[in-house]
Nanobody, 122 residues
Framework: QVQLVESGGGLVQAGGSLRLSCAAS????????VGWFRQAPGKEREFIAY????????SYADSVKGRFTISRDNANNTVYLQMNSLKPEDTAVYYC???????????????WGQGTQVTVSS
């Protein structure tokens, strides 16, 4: 099991940047894939970005590709989400999740953080 705590959210103007952090504890973190998700009011939670255990493989939702970058520092048990060129539609609660296994080539997200609010003003 991995415990996750997100931080770095806040209020930013459109076009600005934020960097979210996902601090992890638990002995399985360095072998876990990590994903970022977000949920806006009245909407379902959506996938944003993925990084594999080594940091060498990443993937992004089309809505954030080219603007957001996921990375990880296994020495410090932290995953980051650098968000640039933010838009009002990026406003949501952002969550990180960890997966120790896969099913049909998709990560099984076992552990979740509590979320951090990102608000982008126009």
């Amino acid at each position: 099991q991995v415990q996750l705590v997100e931080s770095g959210g806040g209020l930013v103007q459109a076009g600005g940047s934020l960097r979210l952090s996902c601090a992890a504890s638990g002995r399985h973190f360095s072998s876990s894939a990590v994903g970022w998700f977000r949920q806006a009011p009245g909407k379902e939670r959506e996938f944003i970005a993925y990084v594999n255990w080594s940091g060498r493989r990443t993937s992004y939702a089309d809505s954030v590709k080219g603007r957001f970058t996921i990375s990880r520092d296994n020495a410090n048990n932290t995953v980051y989400l650098q968000m640039n060129s933010l838009k009002p539609e990026d406003t949501a609660v952002y969550y990180c999740a960890a997966a120790q296994g896969y099913y049909s080539s998709s990560p099984v997200w076992d552990d979740w953080g509590q979320g951090t609010q990102v608000t982008v003003s126009s």
